[in-house]
């Protein structure tokens, strides 16, 4: 069983690897796509000739990504007693990262005896507020209305695997270890440095339980809603607020696809031609429609 786990665990590394690598290159190929929307508030496309303006740079969009993503700015506007609670468990997890890489780090750079209970604390009180968060966002979930139109029924029991997960982390942390921040760091060295093999595909259950819940969440990571972050924050840095100026690198992306053939038919598509060729054309149907009235 012992040997089992380990063999999830790293398979489940590697799984994600590969499968985020594979997305993120499937995002990046994709061709540019045409979209029309209603833009409310203080939206560029709202001004006359948006385009004749001065275009908001790269480094602008990279600050504006990275507020978003550790504040939740578009919770925080729309939602703001969901932003409260989803925002204690986004910190929760950034603060698990965090302290994670310090625990590796930490382990195999100074001596475990020396260790403080900051590293305690600082563990307890992210997986604290990821807890709460977290509980928060389910209870959400199940009590809105209008959220409940938006959550199909797996996520519900996502969300109480990732509170179980956290739960077990603490268990393991407070009980397994006894609270002691030195036994933690001896046991995670062992680990990344392979020290005890033995110890390595026996593992107890405190530890082979978390493990496995991890594995999870990593198989899954490639899957996740963050995945999908990633390709709205790629087409805002890479397309959004872009000019299709004639001679332009768009205009050129553009002509390319307008060549394409077109796959599929409807009344209002005809198959065998180009995108061009629809994209200028009234379909037969339509105009023969107009000249019957």
């Known amino acids: 069983m012992g040997s089992a786990v380990v063999i999830i665990f790293y398979g489940s590394i590697l ?28 939206s560029i496309y709202e001004q006359m000739e948006w385009w004749t303006k001065e275009q908001v740079n790269l480094w602008e969009k990279v600050k504006s990504t990275i507020l978003d993503v550790l504040l939740l700015r578009e919770y925080y506007h729309r939602n703001r007693p969901f932003w409260s609670v989803l925002y204690l468990f986004h910190l929760g997890i950034y603060l698990l990262i965090l302290w994670h890489v310090w625990l590796f780090i930490a382990s195999v750079a100074v001596e475990p ?9 600082w563990g307890h009180t992210a997986t604290a507020l ?58 995670v060295k062992t680990q990344v440095t392979f020290g005890d093999i033995e110890h390595k595909l026996h593992p107890p259950p405190a530890t082979a339980i978390h493990v496995l819940l991890a594995s999870i969440w990593l198989i899954y990571l490639p899957f996740s809603h963050i995945m999908r972050l990633f390709l709205r924050y790629y087409h ?22 307008l060549g394409l053939s077109v796959s599929w038919s409807a009344p209002h598509i ?3 031609k180009t995108w061009g ?8 149907e339509l105009s023969k429609g107009a000249a019957g009235k």
Request: proline share 5%.
């Open 15 to 42: 799984f994600c690897l590969v499968g985020v690598v594979v997305r993120l290159i499937k995002f990046i190929k994709m061709p540019v796509h045409l979209k029309w929307e209603f833009y409310k508030g203080s």
């Open 113 to 121: 005896e020396t260790a403080s209970t900051a590293g305690l604390i």
């Open 270 to 272: 005809q198959k065998g």
């Open 236 to 257: 805002y840095l890479v397309y959004d607020d872009v000019p299709n100026v004639k001679g332009g690198p768009m205009e050129h992306k553009i002509r390319k696809l």
């Open 130 to 187: 990821a807890f709460i968060g977290g509980l928060g966002i389910l209870i959400k979930r199940i009590t809105d209305s209008e959220l409940k139109l938006y959550y199909p029924p797996l996520h519900y029991i996502k969300w109480v695997v990732m509170l179980f997960t956290l739960l077990e982390a603490f268990y393991a942390v407070q009980y397994y270890f006894d609270a002691s921040m030195p036994a933690l760091l001896k046991y």
């Open 277 to 284: 060729e629809v994209a200028t054309e009234i379909p037969k």
